[in-house]
């Protein structure tokens, strides 16, 4: 059974970092391909980045920059370094899992919540 737990949300004040953690289960993680998405309150879910096999991340444009991703195949982790927080970024961030670049969310996590305020 895949299994996808997503970790270390919270709240942090605008410029503030976070580090989130995705632990994955019941599959071959180091030849899977991983995103990070969110969805904050009232909007569909947002794509944020994506982490080859090889380890190659992408980024929407929104978090360029701000956000990095990386994998831990020893671990069956994959993280997204969160910097420069903006209250914009507010949302439940989601774990996936998928077969490529189009299709990248076949399972998901169950979200971990990030709040960016004063």
């Known amino acids: 059974e895949v299994q996808l737990v997503e970790s270390g949300g919270g709240l942090v004040q605008p410029g503030g970092s976070l580090r989130l953690s995705c632990a994955a289960s019941?599959?071959?993680?180091?030849?899977?391909?991983m995103s990070w998405a969110r969805q904050a309150p009232g909007k569909a879910r947002e794509w944020l980045s994506s982490i080859s096999t090889t380890g190659s991340p992408s980024y929407t444009a929104t978090v360029s920059g701000r956000f990095t991703m990386s994998r831990d195949n020893a671990k069956n982790t994959v993280y997204l370094q969160m910097n420069s927080l903006k209250p914009e970024d507010t949302a439940i961030y989601y774990c996936a899992m998928g077969r490529n670049r189009l299709y990248w969310g076949d399972y998901w996590g169950q979200g971990t919540q990030v709040t960016v305020s004063s």
């Open positions: 019941g599959f071959t993680f180091s030849s899977s391909f």
